[in-house]
């Protein structure tokens, strides 16, 4: 996948390699399988972000690659159907494999753009590690002020 501004992701979630960091806001994911049901076969295992500001790429207050990771996220949680456009799209449309809610309550996306967990690290961050909830993207947090980790 290549971005607007010119970056490119690579690497698939059964292939256990993606491209390295790139410069901009940055979020790199890995998934790996808990073979739990509830889960949908999938977990968090890692979230590494950080941010560097690049005034040839963007502003970072308005571009960054979350809705890259929850779409990657979302395709391992079984909402992508391989070889089946007309699926993976009517699923975007049902919500499939999302969580409904309130534009700061829930993890969605679509046609139309997504909710802020969706879209933005920090709402991100915020929703995969709130404890409280049991469904969706579910992490744990580490900062260490250097960059954060959701593990």
């Known amino acids: 996948m290549t971005t607007d501004a010119g970056d490119e992701f690579t690497g698939s979630y059964d292939s256990g390699v993606w491209s390295s960091w790139k410069q901009g806001s940055s979020i790199k994911v890995t998934l790996n399988t808990d073979s739990s049901v509830t889960d949908w076969g999938f977990k968090i295992d ?47 449309s049902n919500k499939v494999r999302m969580v409904n809610g309130t534009y700061t309550t829930g993890w969605f996306g679509g046609t139309g753009g997504g909710s802020g967990p969706w879209e933005n690290v920090g709402s991100l961050w915020t929703f995969a590690t709130n404890s409280s909830k049991t469904y969706g993207p579910n992490a744990t947090g580490i900062n260490n002020n250097a960059y954060q980790v959701v593990e």
């Open 46 to 92: 890692r979230i590494d972000y950080r941010y560097f500001y690049n005034t040839e790429l963007t502003s970072p207050g308005t571009w960054d690659c979350t809705n890259f990771v929850s779409q990657c996220i979302w395709a391992a949680y079984g909402g992508y159907v391989s070889g089946n456009d007309t699926q993976t799209r009517t699923n975007i």
